[in-house]
C-alpha cells in the first residue's frame, strides 16, 4: 500500500469529521510504515489492540504518538503497555481498572481510561451493562485510584445495516454519559470523552454524540 493512499484516505476521512470530534487511526494488523505515513500526514494518536503488536510499534515509531489500547486487555498484560500508554479505551472491570491504577503508580505515571459500555444486540463477554456501569461508579471504589482518570464512556453498535438501531445505540450511550457525568463528574471537567463510531459508522456515531471517533478500514485498508 503505498504512502499516498494512507495520506489521502487520512485526508478524505478528516474532511467528514465534524468539528470537535478527536480522530483514534486504527492502527492494529498494519505495518509501521503505513502508520508512519499517517504520522507524517499529521496524525498523532493511534489505536492498537494487541500488546505485543504494539510493543513492536512503539519501539519503531516517533515518541510523540499518543497509543491507545482500544482491544480488551488482560490484567496480566497491563505492566507491559503501562510505561507509555496514553489511554485505555476500554475499560470493563473493576480490576483492570485496579491493575491499570497500580502500574500507573509504579511508572510514576496517569493514564487516561474510558468506561466500555455494552449497548449492542450481540453477546458479548466485555462491557458493562448500563446497569452494572451505575453500579460500579456508584460503589465508589475507583475515587481512591489515585493514578487513572476516567474520561469518558466507549461503545461499539451492533453489527448491522439498521442505521436507525446503530443510532438509537448510540443516543443511549450519550444519555448515559450525561446521566454519569451528572452524578459523578460534576466537578471534574476531564470526563468529557464520547468514544463511539468505527469506519462503517462514524458519520452516525458523530451526529449521535460522539467526539471521538476510531477508524481503521478507511485509512489504512481492509487488516490481513
Ligand atoms: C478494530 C477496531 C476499530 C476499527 O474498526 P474499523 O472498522 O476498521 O474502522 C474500532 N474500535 C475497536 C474497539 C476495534 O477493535
Known amino acids: ?66 497509543w491507545h489500547f482500544i482491544g480488551h486487555l488482560q490484567t496480566n498484560k497491563v505492566k507491559y503497555i503501562a510505561p507509555y500508554i496514553t489511554a485505555v479505551d476500554a475499560v470493563d472491570s473493576e480490576r483492570l481498572l485496579a491493575e491499570i491504577n497500580r502500574r500507573a503508580e509504579e ?15 450481540e453477546e458479548t463477554k466485555y462491557g458493562f451493562t448500563p446497569q452494572a456501569c451505575r453500579e460500579f461508579l456508584d460503589a465508589g471504589t475507583w ?27 448510540f443516543d443511549k450511550a450519550h444519555a448515559l454519559f450525561h446521566e454519569l457525568r451528572e452524578k459523578h463528574f460534576a466537578n471534574s471537567p476531564h470526563f468529557n470523552i464520547r468514544s463511539w463510531g468505527m469506519s462503517g459508522d462514524y458519520l452516525i456515531a ?19
Not at 510504515?33 to 493511534?46: D, H, L, M, P, S
Request: hydrophobic share 40%.
Open 107 to 121: 511508572n510514576d505515571r496517569v493514564i487516561d481510561v474510558l468506561l466500555e459500555v455494552h449497548l449492542a444486540a
Open 206 to 224: 458523530q451526529n449521535h454524540g460522539s467526539n471521538m471517533v476510531r477508524i481503521g478500514t478507511a485509512i489504512f485498508g481492509l487488516r490481513q
Open 143 to 169: 475515587k481512591a485510584m489515585t493514578h487513572i482518570r476516567i474520561r469518558g464512556l466507549m461503545t461499539m453498535a451492533s453489527n448491522t445495516t439498521d442505521e436507525a438501531q446503530i443510532a438509537a445505540e
Open 1 to 66: 500500500m503505498s504512502g499516498n493512499y494512507v495520506a489521502r484516505q487520512l485526508q478524505t476521512v478528516k474532511q467528514t469529521l465534524n468539528n470537535g470530534v478527536q480522530l483514534v487511526a486504527v492502527s492494529k494488523f498494519h505495518p509501521a510504515e503505513n502508520i508512519e505515513q499517517a504520522y507524517t500526514a499529521g496524525q498523532r494518536i493511534f489505536g492498537e489492540s494487541r500488546v505485543q503488536e504494539l510493543q513492536q510499534k512503539v519501539e519503531q515509531l516517533p515518541r510523540d504518538i499518543e
